[in-house]
């Protein structure tokens, strides 16, 4: 359900964003939002709490934001908080960067090794990504996972290629278990 809300919303944002040719705009603020948020995890306990009203959010929305953030995504965060849709902020707003990032060709791609990669390999890893995809542009995220043993994840939206030596181990001893069995 999160997520549904979470694309229904993100879309608006989007389609709004569109409508008014505001794409970057909207993209560079809607990331110091969320940045901001993130940093400050009272305020999103105070606009989900059930016994602040309404209008006492709505208030410190205006307190909080008015002259800061533009009139769209102020306007934005009034709808979403008179339709009790905060607790979804945090995926609705993670919608609309990847929406916009998409029409851009801008990929996010997740990479998991077993060990620190040089910036020669995270380059070559990159290249090779933007060759095999219709992307213009990626936006690398490296993480490290000794559990891999070698190898690497790349995880681009809900498309997953796991080469990983622990992945390859996991095929074998399945096949080992239907040999047996059989």
Not at 4 to 21: I, N, P, R, S, W
Not at 58 to 67: A, S
Not at 100 to 107: E, F, H, P
Not at 119 to 130: G, W
């Amino acid at each position: 359900m999160a997520k549904l809300v979470g694309a229904t919303y993100g879309e608006a944002l989007f389609e709004l964003a569109v409508d008014e040719g505001k794409e970057n705009e909207l993209l560079d603020e809607v990331c110091a939002l969320k940045e901001l948020l993130s940093e400050n995890p009272d305020f999103g306990s105070l606009m989900n709490h059930p016994k602040v009203l309404k209008e006492e959010k709505l208030k410190v929305l205006e307190n909080v934001f008015d002259g800061r953030l533009s009139k769209e995504l102020l306007g934005f965060l009034h709808l979403i908080v008179s339709k009790d849709r905060y607790g979804e902020i945090d995926s609705i707003l993670d919608f609309f960067i990847s929406e916009v990032k998409r029409v851009k060709g801008i990929g996010i791609a997740y990479v998991t090794t077993a060990m620190d990669l040089n910036e020669a390999k995270k380059t070559e890893i990159e290249q090779k990504l933007l060759s095999t995809t219709s992307f213009t542009k990626m936006e690398m995220h490296y993480q490290v996972d000794e559990d891999l043993i070698g190898g690497m994840v790349i995880r681009i939206g809900d498309r997953v290629v796991d080469s990983s030596i622990k992945n390859r181990l996991s095929g074998l001893s399945r096949e080992l278990l239907k040999v047996q069995l059989q």
